[in-house]
């Protein structure tokens, strides 16, 4: 049985981390029935009717069925999470937020509203992360880091003391990014892409991609 006040969930995004997300959700339930998972939303019409023996609908379905569930975006791509959530809040829906149990975190940690924190990960103290991020599994985060709205740490990122992430910023599965110091923190800007398996040890301007060990700017080629 479900708790009393347990929250209706639906999951925007139908494709394989949104099926880790309901996973997540099974898992949190586990310790609390918290969760009743109604739906995944998928607005092609050409979506499968369920995926994992879970419905799939669309936004306005789901809107006409059940307006008072909350929603968790569970698209990788930040810039498409940011156009999902502007989508479901149009709607007038509210958002969920997923903190898996196996993840261990101090107190002094401030996570904000739609976000996802997946199975494995640490995040120690003095830690501020933004709305709708996503941080998938087996991530480390050092003190005193700031993560911004709408980012996303693939699976196996590592991010020491002293970093400031901006939004939107994706950041590829194995990264690593040294730590900065209290007076002069790293600062990875807003919309960077980092790289799978980059190691980041300098700043890293706004909109830039880096790749490769140190991680250095990506150059275009003809």
């Not at 809040?89 to 993840?103: I, M, Q, Y």
């Not at 993560?147 to 991010?159: A, C, K, N, R």
């Not at 901006?166 to 110091?181: D, E, F, L, P």
Request: net charge negative.
């Amino acid at each position: 049985m479900y708790a009393k006040d347990s929250i209706k969930l639906a999951i925007y995004g139908a494709g394989g981390f949104g099926r880790e997300v309901a996973w997540l959700a099974d898992a949190c339930n586990s310790i609390e029935k918290k969760f009743e998972i109604l739906c995944f939303i998928d607005d092609d019409k050409n979506a499968p009717a369920s995926l994992n023996d879970i419905p799939v609908v669309n936004l306005d379905e789901l809107a006409e069925s059940h307006a008072s569930a909350q929603i968790i975006a569970a698209v990788g791509t930040p810039c498409t999470r940011e156009l999902l959530v502007s989508k479901a809040k149009s709607k007038g829906f509210e958002f969920a937020t997923l903190v898996h149990p196996r993840v261990e975190m101090s107190r002094w940690v401030d996570i904000g509203n739609g976000t996802v924190i997946c199975a494995g990960n640490i995040l120690t103290t003095n830690i501020t992360v933004g709305q709708h991020c996503q941080i998938n599994l087996d991530c480390t985060i050092g003190h005193d880091v700031i993560i911004g709205d709408f980012t996303t740490l693939s699976p196996g990122v590592h991010v020491s003391g002293c970093v400031h992430i901006g939004k939107r910023v994706y950041i590829g599965t194995g990264a690593v990014i040294i730590n900065g110091t209290q007076d002069h923190p790293l600062q990875i800007g807003d919309d960077a892409v980092i790289a799978a398996g980059a190691c980041v040890i300098k700043s890293v301007p706004p909109g830039v991609k880096v790749m490769g060990i140190p991680a250095q700017e990506r150059k275009q080629t003809k």
